[in-house]
């Protein structure tokens, strides 16, 4: 017998998630639901959990230099502006283009994540993001624009990682264990952003030149990729999901894929509250540094850079801030989650709001405070960068469990697309150019120079209130959808016990 059940929100006319339950011949996971063929990228053996264990430690190693890479130029930014002698809308651009293109083709390597052999399209994708990122570092001043154009590349590299790495965890591991695994892997990103301050700081100080900061994570990007190739397994697509392998979930066209995720509420609304911390991250993580280092010039507390190198301790400072905060944030936020998710059934998106609702003031203060403290602005940006790291495991953890196991990559490369083309592409490079337009109005005050950049960045926190928002429209239908998506995976076809969502759907026997 064949049953076939259209996803949550959709109808039977325009969706086709096909589950196979009850077949003498077991097809793999992800098996094509017209034409009968069969998807031979996956390991059909059974994957012991000390692989599964090793495999998720190999994905955080990779994911703490993805991170490294992408803020150690935040690190050494005051040298490299002074070595191109480019101004603050033009040093943001590097970190928007980089955005860019990670977005834009996040949404090509999650259609081919869902279909063909995921090992393989990650290896691919950080070789290109270790040439280009060595490349990067031989560049002249003359030729800004070939910088610009190699972080395009590595945005590339980059984006096959991200959108694909997730949803192998997915599928090596279920209930608290996945959200455990997901919260080691998440705790990568605060920590190899706070590292990239940190390395990129101390190696352009101790050379005297800032490119050897970009020389180092492509030799430690080389041992990742032997790593990926030896120990990392292509698991089939659902697997954790349905321990009895009675339903076998079939690909859709593409087309179909992405509606069904517009349809997802939860979805929706999360990755909404995604952007806005895309937003407020990316433009703290890029400018915090510098801004530091002109609110301590103003105070008098240190001479003005006038050439490289120039003195990157606040990079040093703001790093290991970074670090610690990221650490505890991860680590609080998935007990939380552990904890409330049996007694409250929309806990996670609750834990999201709260620590973007509380962040907010914090960083409204860290930031006005600047010119007057410089240790009590740490303490506050210690505090609210701790509440944001609530959100990234739970974040990841609620896209795996609203979403189908054969989409799941594509709703990662979405909601990184939209993220990123509404939050971090565009916040660097919009805080420094509201910095330079209001820096015109006295364009020699050192002064004047510190407070354009502070009234710019002071657009983060009201971002950070919207997110908070969204994350608690989510919490309205994320356990509706939840069940949907459960139901959708497992095969249970009966209507009396199928969520609001897929009720009253018509069931084909």
Known sequence: METTLPPAGTSVGDEKTHLRRGSKETPHYGTIANGGQVDNSTETKVISPMRSYIAVAVLCYVNLLNYMDRYTIAGVLLNIQKYFQINDSTAGLLQTVFICSFMLLAPVFGYLGDRYNRKFIMVAGLAVWIVTTLGSSFITESYFWVLVLMRAFVGTGEASYCTIAPTIIGDLFTGSKRTLMISFFYIFIPVGSGLGYIVGSAIASATGDWRWALRINPIFGALGLVLLLIFTPNPPRGAADNNHGEVQLGHTSYLEDIKYLLRNRSFVWSSLGVTAMAFVTGALAFWTPTFLARA?????????????????????????????????????????????????????????????????????????????????????????????????????????????????????????????????????????????????????????????????????????????????????????????????????????????AVENQEVIA
């Open 296 to 500: 301590q010039v103003t105070m008098g507390l240190r001479p003005p850079c006038v050439q490289e190198p120039c003195n990157t301790s606040d990079s040093l400072i703001f790093g290991a801030v970074t670090v610690v905060t990221g650490i505890v944030g991860v680590f609080l936020g998935s007990m939380m989650s552990r904890r409330f998710r049996d007694r409250v059934p929309n806990a996670d998106p609750l834990i999201c709001a709260v620590g973007m609702l509380t962040s907010a003031p914090c960083l409204f203060i860290a930031i006005i405070l600047a010119s007057t403290s410089i240790p009590v602005t740490y303490v506050f940006i210690g505090v609210g960068e701790t509440l944001l790291s609530l959100n990234w495991a739970i974040l990841a953890d609620i896209l795996l469990y609203v979403v189908v196991p054969t989409r799941r990559a594509t709703a990662e490369a979405l909601q990184i697309m939209v993220c990123h083309l509404l939050g971090d592409a565009g916040s660097p490079y919009l805080l420094g150019a509201m910095s330079d337009a209001l820096s015109k109005y006295n364009p020699d005050s050192l002064s004047w120079r510190f407070r354009s950049l502070e009234y710019s960045m002071l657009v983060c926190p009201f971002v950070g209130v919207l997110g908070g928002l969204f994350f608690l429209i989510t919490a309205v239908y994320i356990t509706e959808d939840r069940k949907a998506a459960q139901m959708l995976t497992t095969g249970e076809a009966s209507t009396q016990s199928l969520p609001m």
